[in-house]
């Protein structure tokens, strides 16, 4: 038996697709059976239908891959920005901490000086207690006696006369 009739392409692409409805599919999967050319035919429409689908699922791989690319390109940026930002951080903290350490030791100078100075004054004033002999030439403190005297002094008025 001799096949004559072939059904038209677009048939055959519903078929494949499986958008035909049931009468026409079953012509067209009766016809893939019994026509080597057609079932041929469909297999080389399958073949390249599914390598157009496999292209645009590569098409679809190769957009998210260069997505991504982009993306770690950005994350690559941000962890670059951010290691310049701490290793500024970093030269910061060591300079602080240098001037810390100096504030230290001219801390520990001044407090050596003033020690210094303070055993100084110690000495000084116990030169001058001996020198006084257990009596002061200068009084630490002043009084209205003082007072009256030197405004005595200044106005010429006596000071029996202020001090009443």
């Given amino acids: 038996m001799s096949i004559q009739h072939h059904p038209p392409a677009d048939m055959l692409a519903g078929f494949a697709a499986g958008t035909l409805d049931q009468g026409r599919h079953i012509v ?45 390109t950005a994350q690559q940026s941000e962890i670059d920005a951010t ?28 407090s050596r000086r003033v020690r210094d ?21 200068l009084k630490e403190e002043v009084d209205e006696d003082d007072v009256a005297e030197i405004v005595a002094k200044w106005t010429g008025i006596p000071v029996t006369r202020l001090l009443e």
Avoid at 42 to 49: I, K, N, P, S, T
Avoid at 51 to 69: G, I, K, P, S, V
Avoid at 123 to 135: D, P, S
């Fill in 28 to 72: 067209a999967a009766t016809h893939l059976a019994h026509c080597a050319a057609c079932r041929a035919q469909f297999r080389v429409e399958q073949l390249e239908a599914e390598w157009a689908a496999r292209e645009a699922a590569f098409a679809q791989q190769m957009q998210t891959l260069e997505f991504d690319q982009q993306a770690l």
């Fill in 83 to 110: 290691r310049v930002s701490f290793e500024d951080r970093e030269r910061q903290l060591a300079e602080h901490q240098q001037k810390i350490d100096a504030a230290q030791q001219s801390l520990e100078a001044e």
């Fill in 117 to 137: 100075l303070e055993t100084e004054i110690d000495a000084k004033t116990a030169a001058l207690n001996e020198l006084q002999g257990g009596e002061q030439m």
